[in-house]
Nanobody, 123 residues
Framework: QVQLVESGGGLVQAGGSLRLSCAAS????????MGWYRQAPGKEREFVAA????????YYTDSVKGRFTISRDNAQNTVYLQMNNLKPEEMAVYYC????????????????WGLGTQVTVSS
């Protein structure tokens, strides 16, 4: 069993930056690929980024490439999402996800979800 707790959300102006963190419980963090999804009001949850177990490989949705960076610290059981140049349309609840691989997470085949953290981007 893995529990995921997100933090770092908040209010930021358009063009600003935020760094989200997701702390995982348990000793098996390094056995999972990790990812981030987001869900805006009235919209479906969408994939944002994912990282493999050892942190070497990453994958991003096209709209965030060059602005967002996913990383992980297996010693701290934590995955991060650095978000730069945020846009108002990226205001959403951001969810941390754990899965078997980047491909699994991208496909929505997620083993564990966090409860989410709100990101608000003012224009």
């Amino acid at each position: 069993q893995v529990q995921l707790v997100e933090s770092g959300g908040g209010l930021v102006q358009a063009g600003g930056s935020l760094r989200l963190s997701c702390a995982a419980s348990g000793r098996t963090f390094s056995m999972y690929a990790m990812g981030w999804y987001r869900q805006a009001p009235g919209k479906e949850r969408e994939f944002v980024a994912a990282i493999n177990r050892n942190g070497i490989n990453t994958y991003y949705t096209d709209s965030v490439k060059g602005r967002f960076t996913i990383s992980r610290d297996n010693a701290q059981n934590t995955v991060y999402l650095q978000m730069n140049n945020l846009k108002p349309e990226e205001m959403a609840v951001y969810y941390c996800a754990a899965g078997q691989s980047i491909a699994h997470i991208f496909a929505g085949s997620v083993d564990y979800w966090g409860l989410g953290t709100q990101v608000t981007v003012s224009s």
